[in-house]
Nanobody, 125 residues
Framework: VQLQASGGGLVQPGGSLRLSCDAS????????VGWFRQAPGKEREFVAA????????YYADSVKGRFAISRDNAKNMVFLQMNSVKSEDAAVYYC???????????????????WGQGTLVTVSS
């Protein structure tokens, strides 16, 4: 399984950006795909995920109402729409996937088996 994250770049505060996670090697429709981020000097933190069972969606409180995760099974891709971006959203964003994740582990980075390389989001006016 390979994951390719893309779409990062420079965005102004209040602006929008859409990140993409392109999966190959296994159908994401049967897996859980999550987005995590890591800012300099900070630990990797959970952002959002769509779970394999029923497509339930989860968000970190810090992004709830501003970010939206979606999945396109036909394209085997997952997206993260980032709206009303804040300076504290600046980080390297990673997509991760797992095909046996339980819901209680949805926000636990170490429980995901597959990771993309990360895409940098810079927030600046």
């Amino acid at each position: 399984v390979q994951l390719q994250a893309s779409g990062g770049g420079l965005v102004q505060p209040g602006g929008s950006l859409r990140l993409s996670c392109d999966a190959s090697g296994r159908a994401i429709s049967g897996g859980t795909v999550g987005w995590f981020r890591q800012a300099p000097g900070k630990e990797r933190e959970f952002v959002a995920a769509v779970h394999r069972r029923g497509g339930s969606i989860y968000y970190a409180d810090s992004v709830k109402g501003r970010f939206a995760i979606s999945r396109d099974n036909a394209k085997n891709m997952v997206f993260l729409q980032m709206n009303s971006v804040k300076s504290e959203d600046a980080a390297v964003y990673y997509c991760a996937a797992d095909w046996s994740l339980i819901t209680s582990s949805i926000g636990v980075a170490s429980d995901y088996d597959y990771w993309g390389q990360g895409t940098l989001v810079t927030v600046s006016s």
